[in-house]
């Protein structure tokens, strides 16, 4: 499959992996590409900030890190997510861990179809676009004791 998931210096357990991995390949389908590889690696946020400080030149944390690799209409690339820091932001923003995740997933899926997120605009765009794709996730979780 196109998408894969993988941890770097973290213990941790992905819940719904082949709801996330349909999810993903639809959203990006949604908007008339490819999936091609994209790998989510999933770290800490001191494994994150040392990324973003070598690879980014900035000094901060973040949620997370997207490489893109897309050419042409193949969506590709490598999304670094910490863990760590979507613990946190679901805290302050009152939403479950799981809820969380997938913003910040889908929010790196965003970035490799080319929507930016610097200006308020392109903010808001975003934030629209992430929550159309969070209504849909729904439909690729099989019940359980199905």
Known sequence: MPVSFHKESISFRLANSRALKAWVKSVVESKNKKLGDVAYVFCSDEYLLQMNQEHLQHDYY????????????????????????????????????????????????????????????DQEAMRHAENQALMLFESFVVPRGT
């Open 62 to 121: 973040t949620d997370i890190i997207t490489f893109d690799y897309t050419e042409g209409d193949i969506v590709c690339g490598d999304l670094f997510v910490s863990v760590d820091r979507v613990k946190e932001n679901a805290i302050k923003e009152a939403v479950d861990f799981d809820i969380e995740l997938r913003r910040v997933m889908i929010h790196g899926i965003m970035h490799l179809l080319g929507l930016k997120d610097k200006k308020k605009g």
